[in-house]
């Protein structure tokens, strides 16, 4: 064949992997300086890490923390907002959402280079466990299905952090369009556990990264947060994935990095037609997906 291609489109993203201290506007500021600092770097769309602007406050049942709670319209996105349209890049910024008294979501939004809001996720995957992830205390599961949002370099999709843990959600979005997955996220070891286990909870984490990036043929990018807050120890290794499963960018356990890729989106194609999984599917086998259990 003799058909002539034009260059690669490509866009330029970047996660934020940062500490969180308790005070909401110090990290609100901080993260201000790391978009800007990102944008430096060619970066037209930055991610920021689960629930960026407080502690992980999850690992406690207390009723002072829904004091972290902000409206769509909050200091969040009013910062952000802003810078996003200083430096012109996009935003995705996971916010603790106040929908009304009593009604919270962990969710996370994506702000234009006009600083308009352009997207929004409430998180639809719930942890609840024994060892410090108790998110169905503070939020109502999500209710806004999954999220896919045009911009003007690749059409991108979001979950957050306990969703990464469903191929599902992952198989959606790119049977939506999604090319590159963004996954904000803040995960740790507990200080109760073995180092083995802890070990086996890292590779766990990124095998499953890696596979929605292979299985999807997309990019995959997830900003952790590091540092340790109570009982947790937040284990970074934030990442960008190329859709061949290969690691292009991974954080330290515990430094604050930007971490930057130009993603030549012409290797979603390359990859599908090597591994053409989306062709093979056979839709008419899935049913039993839609029950909860069958055996």
């Not at 008294?101 to 719930?126: C, E, F, M, P, T």
Request: proline residues 5%.
């Amino acid at each position: 064949m003799n058909a002539k291609s034009s260059k690669p489109a490509s866009v330029p993203i970047a996660v934020i992997q940062a500490k969180a201290s308790n005070d909401p506007d110090k990290n609100v500021d901080a993260a201000v300086g790391f978009v800007q600092k990102a944008a430096g770097t060619g970066a037209k769309i930055v991610c920021l890490q689960e629930l960026f602007r407080s502690p992980y406050f999850p690992q406690y049942g207390e009723y002072a923390a829904f004091d972290y709670a902000e409206p769509l319209d909050g200091p969040s996105a009013q910062a952000l907002g802003k810078v996003a349209r200083q430096e012109k890049v996009w935003v995705i910024a996971p916010i603790f959402e106040k929908r009304a008294r009593g009604v919270y979501y962990n969710s996370a939004i994506v702000l234009n280079d006009k600083g308009k809001l352009a997207g929004h996720y409430r998180k639809l995957h719930l942890p609840q466990d024994a060892h410090s992830f108790s998110e169905k205390y503070y939020f109502a599961p999500g209710d806004l299905g999954y999220c896919t949002v045009q911009t003007p370099w690749a059409k991108i999709g979001m979950m957050i952090c306990w969703d990464q843990w469903y191929p599902e959600g992952a198989r959606v979005m790119a049977l939506n369009g999604a090319e590159i997955l963004f996954y904000p996220t803040a995960i740790g070891w507990h200080k109760s556990e073995e180092k083995d286990v802890a070990k086996d909870q890292r590779e766990a984490w990124m095998t499953m990264h890696r596979a929605h990036a292979i299985a999807n043929g997309v990019f995959v990018a997830a900003p952790n947060r590091t540092g340790s807050e109570g009982d947790l120890t937040f284990w970074g290794s934030s990442m960008i994935i190329e859709p061949s499963g290969r690691v292009v960018r991974e954080g330290s356990l515990g430094k604050e990095e930007i971490l930057s890729w130009d993603c030549d989106l012409s290797k979603i194609e390359q990859q599908r037609h090597g591994w053409p999984f989306l062709r093979d599917r056979r839709v008419d086998t899935y049913g039993d997906l839609l029950h909860r259990f069958k055996g």
